[in-house]
């Protein structure tokens, strides 16, 4: 295959990024929605080509690298590369991408419409899909880098779409800064990688790495510092920079405050494709957890496990539907960021890889999806709070069916997607750690819980209350429902595709085998979340406050996300302000800006003093001249002979 | 008696002297250009005597001589413009009433 058609799959949103951000304004302002999308199309039909020609092609997939352009060289062996690498999970990958981005390019349509800034909408969502892409199909450690950086900036400008909402401007500040933070572990993870294994490129990286015997694998297993050896820290570090972009706990803060922005951009970026940037970071340099540093993949397994549960139990609190969704995509990360975690290489043991992609192409249909659903239900009645919604069932029939698909998708309820993905994920919890296993079967009936009562609190409940100033009552025309069909049609059916057979850790097909026993359990579960929120939510009644009542303390942290963000502005305002942030103040006010003033100080005074000497007169001037040249004389004549 | 380089040397030290004083003293911006060239005239008995007495074959004096003299003529030229134009706002030719020049 001509390696151009590689190129295109991220170059076209690239082009629409560049087309509409400088010329949409002024040439085709109405166009710009509909050239965006032309052009996502034509990049998604590229993907799914690639892809399937790629997976059509043999039974063991290669890791290939089409395209390569050795950019900036350090060293004979290390190299920042501008490349394309082909195996299952980036061919996977584009096609989530390219996919949701068209949904959300056809979705925008209708639901930006009239926008003051429309053409900077869509060059902003070209401009993530490239970097996306960019980031999923990267051959190179630092590629990956540049890119990941992309889509920070790209999630940043679309959180603040709105950026004459204080409340957006200060979500985007926020995502931007605590994922900064984040990367900064990133970072320096590239540096010790590259130091301890002396290349960047991911073929060469895993493969030195990973042989046993090889020189870089026992010296960066040699060189240890407080503990661990240099290649623990390096993937530790990693796995915090895909913790911050991932949402992990206890970087997540920044996720529901990011649904300031336009819900499109939620469902894009902070549901279905950015957002697992941090999984996918982690199963690409999976070889190298697994086999160098499991005590990382444990970390891996905790943290995600930790956060599945934690955002589960956020969520059954809140009443805004887009932190809803948010904190439940956070704990839906969650899964498969200890997936990965209880995974190990080979065989088997690694069904965890395996279920953990599954999981985030089954997430990523259903998500948006949701999201979308969500948007839909917002546009119509101009609100994000539950509280102002109810009994919207028979107003959009639509938005309701695919949303109960996403529904029964996510809590996991047979045959819709979520079940079969979730459902390996589970066993791979089992096989692997028993503790995560039961966290996990916990949160996955917290998650039917809180998705039924976002769906019984919407489209059940009290009747709805239209209010005075919604004019326009329709569901939004079919160019935002038709998005939701197609995705539910991925949401109900995509747990079908044997993804073991395309996507595991040693190349060998992987047989997902279905034990009904052991489902059991967890749709029951499902199921059990799903009448609990029927019975409190299905009717308008008084029994959820009571309940409430009863959980009182716990409620109330809760909903107040376990303080987690006020524990941030303690840390930051209270300690790292007074403590750093105040001593460096005072020195730069006093010290630097004093040796400043203290120049420009001496310098005022002595020209004070001095000033009178410039009289006016000529004859003061003529003598002070005389007397200077008679100085100098007796100086040259008797002095310095 | 031939006069020797001493009794001009004396004679232009005592000229420069004269016109410096002159200089110094004078509140007339007139008199004090004319005490300039008091100034110039000593350099000029200078350079021919030294020329003269030292080195006879040689003309380098004499030139520097003739060059101060003509540089002498332009600049009373400026310094008289200078001066008239210092009258006319002025009314004055007191060096005391030119101070705020240097504003």
Redesign the interface.
């Known amino acids: 295959m001509p390696a151009i058609i590689y190129i295109l799959i991220p170059f076209l949103p690239l082009a629409g990024f560049v087309l509409l951000g400088l010329f949409g304004k002024k040439y085709f302002k109405s166009a710009s929605g509909w050239i965006g999308t032309l052009l996502m199309l034509v990049s998604f039909i590229l993907a799914v080509y690639v892809a399937y020609d790629y997976f059509s092609a043999t039974s063991i997939f290669p890791r290939n690298v089409p395209v390569k352009y050795t950019w900036l060289v350090f060293s004979e062996n290390i190299s920042i590369d501008m490349g394309i690498l082909q195996d299952p999970i980036s061919m996977m990958m584009i096609v989530v991408v390219t996919f949701i981005s068209l949904m959300v390019h056809i979705y925008s349509l209708g639901y930006m419409k009239g926008e003051e800034r429309y053409p900077t909408y869509y060059s902003f969502l070209s401009l993530f899909t490239f970097s996306m892409l960019g980031l999923v199909l990267a051959s190179n450690l630092f590629q990956t880098y540049i890119f990941w950086e992309l889509v920070g900036v790209s999630s940043f400008l679309l959180i603040g779409y709105y950026y004459d909402k204080p409340s957006a401007v200060a979500a985007a500040k926020k995502a931007f800064i605590v994922t900064r933070f984040a990367d900064l572990g990133f970072l320096i993870g590239i540096l010790v990688i590259a130091n301890t294994s002396d290349t960047l490129d991911y073929n060469t990286l895993i493969a030195t790495l990973t042989s046993t015997g090889s020189e870089q694998a026992s010296s960066a297993a040699a060189s240890t510092f407080l503990g661990a050896s240099a290649l623990t820290w390096g993937t530790a570090l990693i796995f915090i920079g895909g913790a911050g972009k991932s949402a992990m706990f206890p970087l997540h803060i920044w996720l529901p405050d990011a649904m300031e922005g336009p819900t499109p951009v939620s469902a894009l970026i902070h549901a279905a494709t950015m957002v697992v940037a941090g999984v996918y970071l982690v199963a690409r340099l999976f070889p190298i957890f697994s086999i160098n540093t499991p005590a990382v993949l444990d970390i891996v397994g905790w943290v995600g496990a930790i956060s599945a549960v934690f955002a589960a139990i956020i969520a059954c609190t809140q009443t805004d539907i887009k932190r809803i969704l948010a904190y439940s995509t956070m704990s839906q990360i969650g899964y498969m960021m200890f997936a990965l975690g209880v995974a190990g290489y080979g065989g088997e043991s690694g069904l965890g890889y395996t279920a953990s992609m599954f999981h985030l192409f089954t997430h990523a249909m259903f998500k948006a999806l949701l999201f979308l659903g969500a948007g839909v239900v917002i546009h119509y009645v101009h609100s994000n709070d539950m509280k102002d919604m109810g009994g919207l069932r028979k107003k959009m029939p639509v938005t309701h069916i695919t949303f109960l698909i996403a529904c029964l998708a996510i809590a996991g309820i047979p045959p819709f997607a979520g079940f079969f993905s979730k459902e390996e994920i589970l066993l791979a919890a089992y096989n692997g750690n028993t503790i995560i296993y039961w966290i996990a079967l916990i949160t996955s009936g917290l998650t039917a819980f809180y998705m039924f009562r976002l769906y019984f609190s919407i489209f059940w409940n009290k009747p709805y209350q239209a209010d005075h100033h919604s004019g326009h009552k329709s569901e939004g025309g079919w160019i935002m429902l038709f998005p939701l069909l197609v995705l539910a049609l991925g949401a109900a059916g995509s747990g079908f595709i044997p993804f073991g057979k395309y996507i595991n850790t040693d190349g060998i097909p992987l047989e997902s085998h279905f034990h009904l026993q052991f489902s059991i359990l967890p749709v029951a579960l499902g199921l059990a979340g799903i009448f609990m929120a029927m019975w409190l939510y299905k009717k308008q009644n008084n029994r959820p406050e009571k309940l409430a009542a009863s959980l009182n303390g716990f409620y109330k942290a809760a909903y107040h996300k376990f303080y987690i963000d006020e524990i941030y502005l303690f840390v930051t305002k209270k300690i790292i302000f007074n403590l750093i942030g105040r001593p460096a103040a005072w020195f730069d006010k006093n010290v630097v800006d004093g040796l400043v003033n203290l120049a420009g100080n001496t310098t005022t005074a002595v020209s004070e003093s001095i000033k009178k000497l410039?009289?006016?007169?000529?004859?003061q001037y003529?003598?002070y001249f005389?007397f200077g040249a008679i100085g100098l004389a007796i100086l040259f004549i008797y002095i310095w002979k | 008696m031939q006069p020797g380089l001493y009794h001009i040397l004396f004679i232009s030290t005592a000229l420069f002297f004269i016109g410096v004083y002159g200089f110094l003293t004078r509140k007339n911006l007139v008199t004090m250009l004319m005490s300039i060239e008091l100034v110039l005239n000593s350099v000029n008995l200078n350079f021919i005597a030294f020329n003269k007495y030292l080195w006879p074959h040689k003309m380098d004096g004499l030139f520097f001589t003739l060059f101060i003299i003509a540089i002498a003529a332009a600049e009373a030229a400026v310094a008289i413009a200078i001066i008239i134009n210092l009258y006319r706002s002025h009314n004055s030719i007191n060096v005391e009433n030119a101070e705020e020049l240097k504003y």
Request: aromatic share 0%; net charge positive; no cysteine.
């Open positions: 410039q009289s006016g007169r000529i004859q003529a003598i005389l």
